[in-house]
C-alpha cells in the first residue's frame, strides 16, 4: 500500500503512518481504518486527503462506518462493469481517490451526506459525491471522491489526461 500525498507523489505506507502519527508497523491507514477490513486491501494506492476526509466523517458520524470500496484494479473496474454495475468508464477508485461508503437506509444517506460534506469542509478539502442514482436504484450508499485535490486546474495532476468532471467539487 501507498499513499498519494497532497503534491501527488507516492509515499510508503511507513512514511504515511510517520506523517499522520499512526503506530509504525501496523496496518492502519487512518485513525479508523485498517488493511484488511471491509475492502482496503495491501495493494495499490490511496489519496492521504480521501483518508482524512474518512476519519473525519467517522469521528463525526460517533459510530464505526462500512467502506465497500477504495481502490479498485482497472481489471476489477472492467469486471464490475461487465457484470453491469454502475460504474464510472474513468474511475477515480483506479485512481485511488475514491471510497463508497455503506449507509443503511435513504436517511443515514442523507444524514452521512451532510456529515461527508462537514468533514471536508473542516479540513478545507474539496470532495466529489455521488448518490442520488444509487438511490433511486434502491441502494444505499455514497461515492466520495477527491479528484479536484489533484485534478483541479494548479493542482499535481492537472496537465495529465482526466475526466473535467474531476477538476470540481460536485454532488450528484
Not at 474539496?126 to 450508499?141: E, Q, S
Request: proline residues 5%.
Amino acid at each position: 500500500m501507498e499513499i498519494i500525498n497532497k503534491l501527488g507523489q507516492k509515499i510508503s505506507l511507513a512514511e504515511w503512518q510517520e506523517l499522520y502519527n499512526l503506530p509504525a508497523g501496523s496496518k492502519q491507514i487512518g485513525k479508523f481504518f485498517s488493511i484488511g477490513e471491509h475492502s482496503i486491501y495491501d495493494e495499490g494506492f490511496l489519496a492521504a486527503p480521501l483518508i482524512m476526509v474518512l476519519d473525519k466523517y467517522r469521528e463525526l458520524k460517533g459510530k464505526p462506518v462500512v467502506i465497500n470500496s477504495m481502490y479498485r484494479t482497472q481489471r476489477h473496474q472492467d469486471n464490475l462493469n461487465a457484470a453491469g454495475y454502475r460504474t464510472a468508464t474513468t474511475s477515480p477508485h483506479v485512481a485511488g481517490m475514491a471510497a463508497d461508503v455503506d449507509t443503511t437506509s435513504e436517511r443515514d444517506t442523507y444524514d452521512s451526506v451532510s456529515l461527508l460534506v462537514k468533514a471536508a469542509k473542516q479540513l478545507g478539502i474539496k470532495i466529489r459525491l455521488g448518490y442520488h442514482a444509487y438511490l433511486a436504484d434502491g441502494n444505499t450508499f455514497i461515492h466520495v471522491d477527491v479528484c479536484p485535490e489533484y485534478y483541479a486546474p494548479g493542482k499535481p495532476y492537472y496537465g495529465q489526461d482526466h475526466p473535467t468532471q474531476w477538476e470540481r467539487a460536485i454532488v450528484w
